[in-house]
């Protein structure tokens, strides 16, 4: 029971820490949804059965699908419990509650050391793709990036990588005008010829951190491979080792339409992490855990508000304590 253990004492510090962070308590509020709904049903389980049996585990199945940690993650996880339930010879169903957590975690943590932080490069500009479909808030991830980095002190440039999306390439100036950062960009024209001018003009400024926006169209997928090859051999010869990331973005309100866009984009690039907006937005915060068993890329990000400082990096010990922290 050593994980376990660790649990709680990670349950413990994290209400501690909840009094003076900003990024727990942020955690805290932007779970807030998933948690009323989650462990409020997982609570009421627990009451309706006083013993471990065979109709509890199939309602255990149901609240869990409807938070969203998907059909596959929910059957292992189920066929995981059981056989806890049977060696340890749990029938306590508010104990079963806390052996349900420490799995959860397990799923994430799985023994790997799959890291959240991003791969900065030793030397010259790190570069950082920012893939994903329209609609899900990229040009606004990248904009709370620039800030992020901007406020850590890093010189800045944004590349327009979404050429012919009409306002594309204009939004994203507005963006980097509001996050004083530089800015590169040019309409209708190949993308990737503009992101090689772009990263010679982010080699002779002493750049740190480039920012590319990309176009989001994948309803055809061949022609999206095709356009990130060429952008991907266009940064490695500009930056060798680059980009240092591709991230993903993923609007959390769209569920499992969100994990069907990171299965697809898998298969057309090599993305190093995921970005997960809006996820204060939904009641179905589980998707953290879905996306991870799904396409098993770490979630590097997660959006947790509209304001420029509610982008945070992911912490998985955050985030089991934001969603389970009334129930242990």
């Known amino acids: 029971m050593g994980l376990f253990n660790k649990l709680k004492n ?51 199945e149901n609240v869990l699908i409807m938070a969203d940690i998907g059909v596959k993650t929910v059957m292992d996880f189920i066929e995981r419990l059981r056989k806890r339930v049977k060696q340890e010879n749990i029938t306590d169903t508010k104990y079963l509650n806390e052996v349900i957590v420490d799995e959860l975690f397990i799923i994430y943590v799985n023994n790997e050391s799959i890291t959240d932080k991003i791969n900065m490069a030793s030397d010259g500009p790190t570069v950082i793709l920012m893939v994903g479909v329209n609609g899900v808030g990229k040009t606004t991830t990248i904009a709370k990036l620039a800030h992020k980095y901007k406020s850590e002190g890093k010189r800045v440039m944004m590349i327009a990588g979404d050429t012919f999306r009409a306002g594309a390439v204009e939004q994203l100036k507005i963006w980097a005008d509001r996050t004083d950062s530089l800015f590169y960009g040019r ?18 400024e002493n750049v740190d951190i480039v920012l590319i926006d990309t176009a989001g169209r994948l309803h055809n997928k061949v022609n999206l491979m095709k356009e990130l090859e060429k ?11 680059a980009p240092h990331e591709t991230l ?10 969100g994990i069907m866009q990171a299965a697809s984009f898998k298969e057309i690039t ?15 915060g589980g ?3 879905a996306i991870k068993e799904a396409v098993n890329i770490p979630v590097k990000f997660v959006g947790l508000g509209e304001k420029m400082t509610d982008l ?17």
């Open 248 to 257: 993903l973005v993923i609007d959390a309100t769209t569920g499992q339409n």
């Open 270 to 284: 090599n993305i190093t992490g995921i970005v997960l907006t809006k996820l204060d937005g939904t009641a179905k």
């Open 187 to 204: 309409e209708n024209t190949d993308p990737a010829g503009v992101i090689f001018d772009g990263l010679v003009k982010a080699k002779e």
């Open 10 to 60: 990670i349950f413990n510090n994290k209400k501690e820490e909840e009094k003076t962070s900003e990024e727990v308590k942020k955690y805290d509020e932007g779970l807030e949804k998933t948690r009323t709904e989650f462990v409020s049903k997982l609570n009421m389980l627990g009451i309706k059965y006083t013993k471990v049996n065979e109709e509890y585990f199939e309602e255990l």
């Open 231 to 241: 952008i991907n051999k266009v940064i490695g010869n500009q930056i060798p080792n």
């Open 312 to 328: 945070i990096p992911f912490d998985i010990e955050n985030y089991i304590y934001g969603l389970f922290k009334d129930m242990l």
């Open 287 to 289: 998707i953290v855990l």
